[in-house]
């Protein structure tokens, strides 16, 4: 949950700050109201996204029986608090989702009472609610609150009927409701205040372009705007008009931005997203293995690879000759290699090292001859109820344990992975001690090994 929160954050600032930057001061309403809204969208959805790399299986012997003493520490008071916490802050985080969609339902509830206690003039498509308070002109829905008095009087302008009127038309409120419900959930999160507030600004801007567009006098209009957001207080279900943006409106009143400088600046958007994707979304690894007949391509051996050889290739050197012992899958692999590295690589590695080459074959006899090689002794017979005095032979040894073989990982300071999710060595010993029927796959790529556990049963 907190990686998906961190995650989501990050593009959400990235949007916002691209909002900011190259946005928020052009003329291109319509297509910034899109913008903020997909612009959320788009960052819970980020870290949703999931690629998948398959990558070549590394075998793993389970054969080695080790006995490894593990220290339990007992746990100190410390972790009884951790243990806690996760709780203390669910517990918080429930309380605060709670009190928020309590506030929601209240705010809309005031606003149905509103106008069911209230007279109403229906105009065309939209409701005009008459309240006896001195209240600013906003709107929700095509529900216009105005001023009983000043409406009966003709006391509103034009202008700012119709400022109410765009509202209602473009559905403004679907906006707000969105954000408000998004907000329930993500209570606590800083970046939905800032983008709630855009989001409303924006609205003005609109409604602004409406009134504008219609052929009303600039000047007339922004006097009327000082004159009505003089007073005004937020309404948080509602639009309405707020004098502490008023300058931030009267500049962009005045700006026509070209479509060109639009579309240059929609368009630097896309390797905006791409990088966003790439950073924060979830990449999945699935196991593999070569068939024997694949032939893989590589220009040169990639500096991982060039450590291993010399690493085999170092601890074979140092054996006297007449006693090495190579065995065959470390010359396979050594061959393997140096056949992917290039010459100046070569140069620079430890030399190759000298295998003994294999025991002869005993030779092949044909039919009918008779082999030089002399017949093992047959056993001697054993009579009934005589002991034999040849040994039996031991016991094979015991394969390896799953929790075992994590341990052994552990050691060499494997990475390990819960369900695609990084642990910690003790953790993931932890989850097989309480768990034995969970799956485990371990590779090694480039010198680095991982451990993935999990329930459902491992792709190769």
Known sequence: MLLFLLKSSACLAAFMLFYKLCLEKTSAHTFKRFYLIGALIISIGIPFITFTEYVEAQATNFATNQDFNLTILEASENNSLLEFLPFILWSIYVLGMVIFLFRFIKNLLELFQKIKSNPSHRNQKFINVLLQDLILPHTFFNYIFLNKKDYENNLIPAEVILHEQAHANQKHALDILFIEMLQVVFWFHPLFYFLKKDIKLNHE??????????GFNTKKYQQLLLAFSSNAADIPMANAINYSLIKKRFTVMKTKTSKTVIWFRSLILLPLLAILIFSFSSKNYIEFEHSQNEIITQDQAT????EEYNALAKKYNAQPQNKRVVKLKDVKR????????????????EPFPDCPPP??????VNKGEVSDIPEPPAPPKVNRGEVSE????????????????????AKKGAIFYYENDKISSDKAIEILKHNKDLNISSQTTNGVRTVKIQKAPIQL
Do not use: C
Not at 205 to 214: C, K, P, R
Not at 359 to 364: D, L, V
Not at 390 to 409: F, N, R, T
């Open 334 to 349: 050594l061959e393997y290699l140096y056949g992917l590295m290039s010459e100046k690589q070569k140069a620079n590695a």
């Open 390 to 409: 040849i040994p039996a032979p031991p016991p094979p040894p015991e394969p390896q344990s799953p929790l075992d073989h994590v341990i052994d990982m």
């Open 359 to 364: 025991p002869p074959a005993p030779p092949k």
């Open 303 to 306: 500096k991982a690879q060039v």
């Open 205 to 214: 801007f609109l409604a602004d372009q409406t009134v504008i567009n219609s």
